[in-house]
């Protein structure tokens, strides 16, 4: 199963097996990651799964469409980044094995 | 020991181990599923084939791996607070040394002659919702008594199954209780294009039919033929359990901002709480998820001894046909609604300003950018002006900043 490695705002890492299919952020979800709250449950209503992709990895995961709900929201969110993305609209992937976000101090 | 396994409960015990709880958890289900996700009841669950697993919260594997012990269908009776204990309806009676409370709320009845029809339901759990599910075939005739989200949501739902759907409101507008007056012509002006018909100040008399519903005799005489129903009209606070033992309660069980009831023992958090909100210097009880998160975090800290999550922004969503409304905040006082965007271009938003010109909510259809800064300015007390609120080459993050 595909791994990714969660790094809360302090450093600790967390590497969870998220199976093909399900979010970036269900994974954390699942595996009680702190600093994912995922308010809405995956509806890309609240901007509280904001993660920064390891640059390594933001070819592969690629940038919300201009115009998007989820950039209109990441416009928004506080401490936003250009490798900001809302996991919860990363679905996972054998391709993406290995994936590494990083979470911002808060989620909002 | 938490009793109630919905989303407040649930995330109180996932917030515990997150904070290092080290003892024991026992979460008291009252239905036979793991705590999962009520908002897509009247949505996609509906719609859709999704299956009960990604309906979950969070998967069976979670409450192993954090040693939480789930316990299904276990109906709690009593708190007997003296002796830290409950009591089951099975008779069996299990100690706590803390105890929170996520008892949720209960949907409101409607004790009309005819309310024990067969095929007239009302929705708070997945069963109820696999219940309606199974009503909704095309060609059916849905009769939905109240224009409240639920309602209005369900009626999207069944529209788009093919139902042939009617909404009664007692009141003269729909989601009068929750929506602003702009943001309610816009829903009864999409609900009425796609086909869903509107009767408001429908005052209904009697549910009638011969074993199962065949139609809703109003208050006029006029009869609204059907052959299902879905009663939508708001839901109590579930705190009958706390009430009788003795904990404070107004419209809900009585919690400071650190979910603590007036027993030193006893948290409770979600639907069935009235808590204080620091923004507005006023109290309220919510029915919202992110409400139940919120308050889950406030006890879980509170229990952990860590500092409590700063005040947060009130906030909801829905979802009806191709609309996305998010609000942010809650309107207390307010003098002056400004509409930005354009309703007729199924994109815009009121902010509800109180009287020196706060930001207490904004109201936001399809137009998210707007509500993350509706947002921000409800939490920093913004006061822009509201000619350059309405004006939309004004920018969002210059009003806000």
Known sequence: MPKVTYVEFNGTNHVADVPVGTSVMRGAVDNNIPGIDADCGGECACATCHVYVDAAWLPKVGTPAPGSQE???????????????????????????????RMPEGQH | MIVGAGHAGGSAAA???????????????????????????????LTGDGDLASLLLRSADFYRTNSIVWRADA??????????????????????????????SVVRAL??????????????????????????????????????????????????????????????????????EPLSAF?????????????????LEAFEGDGAIAGIRLRDGTVIACNAALVGIGAAPNDALARSAGLTCLNGIVVNQAARTSDPLIHAVGDCTYRPLPLYQQSARLESVPNALEQAKQAAADLCGRAPPSPEVPWFWSDQFDIRLQIA????????????????????????LSADGTVQAVEAVNAPAEFMAGRIMVARRRRPLAAQLRDVSCSLKELAG
């Open chain 2, 75 to 104: 109906e709690v009776m009593a708190i007997d607070r003296s002796g830290r204990a409950i009591a089951l309806a099975s008779g069996e009676r299990v100690d706590y040394d803390q105890l929170i409370l996520a008892l949720g």
């Open chain 2, 111 to 180: 004790p009309l002659p005819g309310h024990d029809l067969r095929n007239i339901v009302t929705l708070r759990t997945v069963a109820d919702a696999d219940r309606l599910k199974t009503l909704l075939s095309p060609g059916v005739r849905l009769a939905i008594v109240g224009a409240g989200y639920i309602g209005l949501e369900i009626a999207a739902s069944a529209r788009s199954l093919g139902a042939d759907v009617i909404v009664l409101e007692r009141e003269g507008r729909v989601l009068p209780r929750v929506a602003s």
């Open chain 1, 71 to 101: 950039a209109s929201m990441l416009s928004f969110a506080a401490l936003a980044e250009p490798n900001s993305r809302l996991s919860c609209q990363i679905s996972m992937t054998d391709e993406l094995d290995g994936l590494l976000v």
């Open chain 2, 329 to 352: 905040g809650l309107p207390f006082d307010v003098a002056e609604l400004v509409i930005r965007g354009d309703p007729s271009a199924n994109s815009f938003a009121i902010f509800h």
């Open chain 2, 187 to 203: 829903f009864q002006e999409r609900h009425s294009a796609a086909g869903v018909r509107i009767m408001l100040n429908a005052s």
């Open chain 2, 15 to 45: 917030f515990l181990r997150q904070y290092g709880w080290k003892g024991p958890i026992t979460l008291m289900g009252a239905e036979p599923v793991l705590p999962y996700q009520r908002p897509p009841l009247s949505k996609t669950w």
